[in-house]
């Protein structure tokens, strides 16, 4: 056959190829992990990609690839018929001529051909051996596998006259079939028409005769008259048996597949023009002899040679026709509203171009989602690569391990995925070497001996994260100091002062390695630079995190996409610049009289105390060299340059008795200047005025946030990023520059650049450590309080963990119904009240308009407590004094942010408020002729007497412990029905009490509930784990209630 | 207008723009195109001789101001500066200049090698002088005025 010299067909095969390519590799995997319990739908899929290939090839006279294809598909069929166990020697014996078909087809053309010799022989050694029940099934021509054992069919005629156009078919990568119509009945029987068969069967492949009852029949007479029965129909087509049958509904033992036997008899090897010898050899035998491989002249193409053509870039990809259409209908809305506006702006009627240009605006917005859908690609195409990796890497280097692959369907950009391919390969290599132990020494560490790697990306706002997790050794930062020391990279007293999670960051610097040995699998120290590199050049951040002898966790950041980017726009003075979101944690805006209290200097650096924790703080407006802030003059609207040397200077109003401002750090202004623009004002401080709140953007540098403070906030845009030029690369602060809607250019901001630029990291450590000390304090029993006020000067405060959602209501939408306060809430009736109801605190103020309902669930409701006024969410650590204003509906106080602020007892209020709620909620006293006794072991005098306080109220006996060791004292000496636990306590916690308590016996079944104000699903695991029944809030007191009365009633 | 000299040598067509106290000549092969009244977006960080970035029909360009880079006090834009857009490479960089007065054509044999010194800014910057009537022209060297600077 002559090679067809169609460089379009060509190209077309080739890619088709190597998507049926990309696929068979994840299948064969498959296949080898289900073993001999095989699953027939994915072999025939294998199968049918193979055919595909082995039949393109044919038809344009690729004929190594064709010989390997159809040794393939052989050996595919004897594991579909279950001939033959898919070991992994036989699984990779097909994944090398798969791989090899791949080499052959990425081949310029006229090159060498590579020597398929090796997986040819490979696969027909396995074949060989099964070779007696092989030929039992290759029955003599013209019989068919499936069909009857009858030495003559009464198709051999059909056979016989048509042999030219089966080979042609066969030759052709196309499956020849017989298709019997003999012993239909009913309608099809009087109708069987040719075009009755062409339209069953015609679109799917070709015709190549027909007989009626045993007479040739001319498939090119136009007459429509019914044949006469049994109808044969020489049918040849690319699908197998299998999906003929599927396809054109015809039932499975009235069609006939025609085997290579045919053609044997045949001098094939005289049609076989090429001059390869392997070539000379016909598929049938093949299958019966395996040619030696020394038969084989070796071809000189080293491997080093083959490998270079491996890597080929896809440069096209499939689009699901559903996209193309949407783009396409798209594309026609975007020309007509083009019209339109064109036919407006000669026109020219206001009105007119509002309504055009928000279609304008739509068309193009949907356009551009539909143009980037079809850039998009599953990860999964990059993940599934590395189930062969691992299996080839773990084989070699003799470890179990097993791949978790989750979540390969998230989609990102085709650029992004390509561009991950090199870097997770990396990781992944490095992972399998050196994270993954070898069993022996896994089950020495009380492992199991398979080791375990995860791949998984899924999406984190508006960002895809990619992890790869694995349960190894870990990596050694003290390995990691040693290194870098003797590389001279640090020094001692650098690398003491950083902490485990920058010292693992510097196994991306290049030429450290950690490995001990270096393998030809990794350890060079090449490598982890490169993959740092090219995973920053897509927008990739890094993080990694590894414990000795627990593994190693990567954590990648990815954008979607590049080329478009959600940002937001920000201004200093009259300049805008662009944050892309993905860098963006959150927005912060400080108003001007809460500004002494949240921003402090450590140092010489400026934080801010953002919910407990602290955050470096930045002025974009330093960061980028200039050296004054600006703020927008609210009486001339406009901007002017602040004066103040400090932000934080602006809290420098102090009000005295008489009502006078005293200025004392005003900046370097006299006093004369203060009198003259304290005239301009009209009462209202510019400084407590809204305009000189301070914007702060919460941006994430990698491994720390920070603040950055901006002048104002304008918009959230999508931006097109454009490249900046040559001189302006060594900015450092800048990702490129955008051009906004009126045609200026604004700046991308670079927040890992800006950090840099300003020394951030150092700043970071300080804080850190800072905020460290702070946790150390707050670590035992801190509770999270949500900050209420009910009048303008009393503080309250109600425990966040019972709070299920907050919300700010007009005071007209409360509804007063029964002499009850409600408020219409989704649908349903959600009831009110104030605290002042039920306790003697000042009432809510009459003249607000609008009111916070802070609503908690209470029994299977929820309910809402009325406030005028939110104040903050702070976690604190402070003793609660629970007698000065103990009182219902109020369990205690504590000073926090120095004022005296009362704790709100959501049951109590409850209780006091709706007594028959209460009652109804199966949360009121018990029968008393049975006392049960309930043991709470709670260090913090406060909760203890709370918890005994209200387990006494409701008829059960309390008895109190101080920690874990007491209550073992406790539980020896009573008789104790439930025991009521915290975890974080002194001597012996609650997990370790827990566990001892389980660990006896007699106690196996007490019920033990834990309550405690450290909340999470990592901690209730944690305690679960140690024995406890239940994990409940320490203040949500009906719940425990309610827990208890469960655990002791029934 | 200059009428048309005799030529007998290379001819060389200069774009002449003012730059300070500099008549500067620019070989027109060079000259993509000159613009007026484009907003400059300041970009902070940079070396002090780019005065911004302009958006050019999509591209962004870096805007050079001659005056800086020759040691001159900066001039604030006003109706007369102009941005002589030069390509480089694949990139194109934008001179902000005093004003554009003029297109020449310049004999070769006319030009002379520049001094070391011209008005007080340094010659490399210079390929050569070519006199006029009442003045000289200095001719800029694109090349070595753009890539000098990327320290």
Redesign the interface.
Known sequence: MALIDDDETLLAFKEESHEHLDGIESDLLAIEEAGADIDQELVNKVFRAMHSIKGGAGFLGMNAVKTLAHAAEDLLNKIRNKQLVPTPSVISSLLDAADLVNRLLNQPKGAIELDISGPLSAINDILSPSLPQGTSDQAPPGTTRQGSLEQVVPWQGLLTRHVAEIIDSRLGGQGVFIIEYDQLTGDDARDLTLSAIQNSIGSIGQILALQANGIPVNILDTETSAYPLPVHVLFSTMMDKGMLVSFANLPAERVHEIQEQTEAPLPITAMESTPVPDEQVPPKVSLDSAPPPSSLPPKAVPAEVTEQTKAVVDSSLRVNVKILDNLMTLAGELVLTRNQFLQIVHSSHQQDFDAVSQRLDLVTSELQEAIMSTRMQPVGNVFNKFKRVVRDLSQKLGKEIDLVIEGGEVEMDKTIIEALNDPLTHLVRNSVDHGIEMPDKRLAAGKASTGTLQLKAFHEGGQVIIEIVDDGGGIDTSRIKEKALSMGTHDKSQLDAMQDHELLKLIFLPGLSTAKEVTDVSGRGVGMDVVHANLSKVGGVFDISSKVGKGTTINIKLPLTLAIIPSLIVSVAT?RYAIPQVNLVELVRVPAKKISDRIERIGEALVIRLRGKLLPLISLANA???EQRHYLDPNEQQNKVCRRQRVEDRRSILYSQTGINIQAADGPTGVDQTKERQENRDGVDRRISPHSAINILVVSAGKFHYGLIVDKLLDSEEIVV???????R?????A??T?QGD?????ILDVVGISK?MSLSSVADQVHDRAQQEAERVKQDAQTLLLVRNSPHEQLAIPLNLVSRIEKIRRDQIELTGGRHNMQYRGATLPLFSIDEAAVVSPLPEESAHLYVVAFPFGDREMGVLVSEIIDIITVTVAIDDTTHKQPGIMGSAIIMEQITMLVDLFGIVSKVMPDWVRHTNLGAVDTSQIRNILVVEDSPFFNRQMCGFVSEIGYRSFSANDGLEGLALLEKEKIDLVLTDIEMPNMDGLEFTARVRANARWSELPIIAVTSLSGEAAEKRGLKAGVNEYLIKLDREKIIHTINRYLKR | MHTPPAFNGNIRKLALFESGDLLCGLDITYVQEINKNIAVTVVHRAPQYVCGVINLRGEIVTVIDLRTKFGFAPLSQDEETQIVVVRQGDESIGLLVDSVSDVVLADEKDIEPPPSNLAGVTGHFFNGIYKLEHSLVAILNIDELLIREHE
């Open positions: 300049e980028l060299g200039s454009k490249p900046l030029g040559s001189h302006l060594k900015c450092q602060v800048y490129g520059a051009i045609g200026k250019v604004a700046l630029v």
